[in-house]
């Protein structure tokens, strides 16, 4: 009797899954040996693309968001910054009077001994010289009241005299003031003149012969000769020079900034005409020592 084949009735169904699980387990067994099998080796090769764009993606996220939180803390520091800035540039225009006046009073200090009189400090409260025939008013330290026709000082130069004074207050007449007069010397020539203001910063010397010889940049200093500043105080220096009949016309720019002066000093009345180097004042005769000889 001749044997049947197999078919796809339901016992032959159930042999043809025997035999294809038969043959996938020898195929499982023989893949499979050794420590990295081949069949995980193909579904690396499969999903290794899928896992790699994966990684970047992954990557690149987490690479934007540290970039986004980089930006949002360096604007942050910017803003910080700017707040600071602008702090301190309040700060500084709030301080600037002071240092300004700090600085001034340093290089009074330095004057004083070179000076070698006996000056008193004042500090400048109003300041309207632009204004024809006006001038400053000044505040002195305390002590007696000032006189008219006290000389007044700055580190750089001359200011002006005192006009009228009270016990608080004094008024002062820079130097460049239309109805000031001040007795001056040239440096190199020693002709002497008298100083008279034309404006802001600018003032003219008059009565000088037209046979001086007169240099522009040439230092003019104080004569003496007006009994109000004593001999050799810096007034300012020539910046034009021209002549008008017999006379040389003589522009002198100022020394001192008038314009941005706080703190002064105001000279004793009547001082000396010289002014004596410091520790060379003259020695007074000695009575016990004196006698005939």
Request: without cysteine.
């Amino acid at each position: 009797m001749k044997a049947a084949g197999w078919g796809w009735s339901a016992r032959d169904l159930m042999r043809w899954t025997v035999l294809a699980l038969w043959l996938g387990h020898g195929v499982w067994v023989v893949l499979g040996r050794g420590t990295g099998t081949a069949l995980r080796r193909s579904l690396d090769l499969f999903t290794g693309p899928s896992q790699w764009v994966s990684m970047r993606w992954e990557g690149w996220k987490v690479a934007r968001a540290r970039r986004i939180s980089d930006l949002a803390q360096a604007q942050s520091e910017i803003e910080r910054l700017r707040w600071e800035l602008e702090a301190l540039r309040v700060q500084q225009a709030r301080e600037a009077p002071e240092r300004s006046e700090a600085r001034e009073a340093t290089r009074l200090l330095g004057l004083k001994p070179m000076v070698g009189l006996d000056l008193r400090a004042a500090r400048i409260v109003v300041n309207n010289r632009k204004a024809p025939f006006s001038g400053m008013v000044i505040e002195p330290a305390l002590g007696p009241s000032l006189l008219p026709d006290q000389g007044v000082i700055a580190a750089e130069g001359v200011v002006g005299r005192i006009w009228s004074a009270s016990p608080q207050q004094a008024s002062v007449l820079p130097l460049d003031a239309y109805n000031a007069s001040t007795g001056v010397m040239l440096a190199r020539s020693r002709a002497t003149g008298v100083l008279q203001g034309t404006g802001p910063g600018r003032a003219e010397i008059r009565y000088i012969s037209s046979q001086e010889v007169v240099q522009v940049g040439e230092a003019v200093f104080t004569s003496g000769l007006d009994r109000v500043f004593p001999r050799g105080l810096l007034v300012g220096h020539v910046v034009q020079v021209w002549t008008r009949g017999s006379e040389l016309g003589v522009e002198v720019g100022l020394a001192a900034p008038l314009d941005r002066l706080h703190l002064v000093f105001v000279l004793p009345a009547e001082p000396p005409l010289e002014i004596e180097p410091p520790g060379q004042g003259s020695a007074k005769p000695d009575p016990a020592r004196s006698g005939k000889r």
